[in-house]
């Protein structure tokens, strides 16, 4: 990091989107005294944006599976953020476990990953009564946590006005009609703007049943994608999440049969399940699937989330809020024009 020129002290500030990044970026701008104006195109139900579609899951360690170290650094560092702005976020860890076939990728997965507990059947059912005798081990990383992004995204929107920032739904602006500082948090929508976006598509459903109680995120290893089962409260999971090169919208018959196997296999009685709902978002993601902060003189783009929108946002912002406070250059996601 190196300190730059910063384009001014507190100021005007507008940030289109009110998705996981623009809400962060919102609530920290906010609370440090810039007068802070969230536009969102869609209504508060938030249901164009790729966050009302996801896991919710602040799992830096389990990602560092397949993410470079940048994601780590940065997720461990939101995870104290989320529990400075929230402190109801669950963190009750996140456990690994894999059908007795896969057990070549299990190992692999617990030698990529790190600060987690190797369990054998007994502590897997003490940590997860209902998975008892299913799985013959698993891996505990217990300082993970997740939230609900359907519940929290209403908590951060109702926290950024209670630190004095406006929130205007049903507002679609161009970064041009913008006066101030624009920080602009669209999405794949900005691709007007970063050509070299594309959505990467990630399928999930939510099933509802009394017969299965889950206390955390299980995962549950697969060959092609991280499959896994997050509970809800009120006896609902979502089960998550697939990820295709792919725009299209919806859930193929493939991805649900794979989605729902699953579930089986972390427990039977989810087989009786009620499904509440399928649904499909598109990550927004760059060539190297980095988060990236762009830099312009009076415009500041923050994209590129990919699967990392929940861990990563709340450190994004802090870095966005120390570059235009203090014109801190964090050289690993800022890219300055
Ligand atoms: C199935 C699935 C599971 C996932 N699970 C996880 C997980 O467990 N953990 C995790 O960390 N991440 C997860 N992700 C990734 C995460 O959802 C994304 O990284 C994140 O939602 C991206 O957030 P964003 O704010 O950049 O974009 P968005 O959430 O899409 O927000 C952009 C907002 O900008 C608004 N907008 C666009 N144009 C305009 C305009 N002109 N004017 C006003 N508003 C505008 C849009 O309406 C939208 O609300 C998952 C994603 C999917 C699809």
């Given at each position: 990091m190196y300190q730059n020129k910063a384009p001014s002290g507190e100021s005007a500030v507008s940030i289109i989107g009110a998705g996981i990044a623009g809400a962060w970026h919102a609530l920290l701008f906010a609370q440090a005294g810039h007068a802070v104006t969230l536009h969102e195109?869609?209504?508060?139900?938030?249901?164009?944006?790729?966050s009302h579609w996801a896991g919710g899951m602040l799992a830096p360690w389990c990602e560092a599976e397949t993410s470079e170290p940048v994601i780590s650094r940065l997720g461990i560092r939101a995870l104290d953020l989320w529990r400075q702005h929230?402190?109801?976020?669950?963190?009750n860890g996140s456990l690994v476990v894999a059908h007795a076939r896969d057990r070549a990728d299990f190992e692999r997965f617990a030698r990529l990953t790190t600060n987690h507990r190797r369990l054998d059947a007994r502590e897997v059912g003490e940590l997860e009564?209902?998975?008892?005798?299913?799985?013959?081990e698993g891996l505990f990383y217990p300082e993970e946590g997740h939230v609900e992004p359907r519940r929290v995204l209403p908590q951060l929107h109702a926290a950024i006005a209670k630190a004095g920032g406006v929130i205007q739904f049903n507002s679609d602006v161009?970064?041009?009609?913008?006066?101030?500082i624009v920080i602009d948090c669209?999405?794949?929508?900005?691709r007007d703007a970063q050509g070299e976006l594309r959505g990467v598509k990630g399928e999930m459903i939510v099933v509802e049943t009394a017969e299965v109680e889950l206390a955390r995120p299980v995962r549950l290893i697969h060959p092609r994608f991280p499959l896994y089962v997050i509970p809800r409260g009120d006896g609902r999971f979502m089960l998550g999440a697939t990820s295709i090169e792919?725009?299209?919208t919806g859930v193929s018959v493939r991805s649900a049969l794979e989605l729902l196997g699953a579930a089986y296999v972390v427990h039977p009685a989810f087989g009786e399940a009620r499904i509440i709902e399928f649904g499909s978002g598109l990550r927004p993601a760059f060539p190297d699937n980095l988060p990236r902060i762009a830099i312009e003189p009076e415009r500041i783009a923050v994209n590129g989330?990919?699967?990392h929108g929940f861990l990563l946002a709340p450190a994004l912002a802090e870095l966005t809020l120390a570059y235009v406070e203090?014109?801190?250059?964090?050289?690993?996601v800022m890219r300055c024009a």
């Open positions: 195109r869609s209504d508060a139900a938030m249901t164009q944006s790729t929230f402190s109801q976020t669950p963190f009564p209902a998975l008892e005798g299913r799985f013959r161009k970064l041009d009609d913008l006066e101030g669209r999405g794949l929508s900005a792919s725009e299209d989330l990919y699967r203090r014109g801190v250059i964090d050289n690993e």
